[in-house]
């Protein structure tokens, strides 16, 4: 299954996961922009053998993956899928906060 990025009709800002409405011009008019590839930007290890990182779609858009079959590389160019195994624990997403803001808040 191939990873789907909303676009807003209105004012173009993409969006993933899904949305209802655009965030920036209240649309709710959005086509689907199918993506085959990511840059990983940072990465991490984690127990059970699994490597987890942060990658860009599209050049802008941040998203936590499970990264499978790779020896990630920070700036490597990976083909990304999604796929219903890995779709409710492949990624997360923390909607209105900034990255480090959140990690404040998971650590207090
Ligand atoms: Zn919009």
């Given at each position: 299954?191939?990873?789907?990025?909303?676009?807003?009709?209105?004012?173009?800002?993409?969006?993933?996961?899904?949305?209802?409405?655009?965030?920036?011009?209240?649309?709710?008019?959005?086509?689907?922009?199918?993506?085959?590839?990511?840059?990983?930007?940072?990465?991490?290890?984690?127990?059970?053998?699994?490597?987890?990182?942060?990658?860009?779609?599209?050049?802008?858009?941040?998203?936590?993956?499970?990264?499978?079959?790779?020896?990630?590389?920070?700036?490597?160019?990976?083909?990304?899928?999604?796929?219903?195994?890995?779709?409710?624990?492949?990624?997360?997403?923390?909607?209105?906060?900034?990255?480090?803001?959140a990690f404040e808040r998971t650590t207090q």
């Open positions: 299954m191939s990873v789907v990025v909303q676009e807003c009709s209105g004012c173009r800002r993409k969006f993933f996961p899904r949305r209802l409405l655009c965030g920036d011009c209240d649309s709710a008019a959005f086509r689907d922009l199918v993506v085959a590839d990511a840059v990983v930007e940072e990465f991490t290890h984690v127990s059970g053998g699994r490597c987890l990182g942060s990658i860009r779609l599209l050049g802008e858009i941040t998203a936590m993956a499970a990264l499978i079959g790779i020896e990630p590389e920070r700036g490597m160019s990976i083909p990304v899928r999604a796929s219903d195994a890995e779709a409710s624990s492949g990624y997360a997403f923390i909607p209105g906060i900034a990255a480090s803001e």
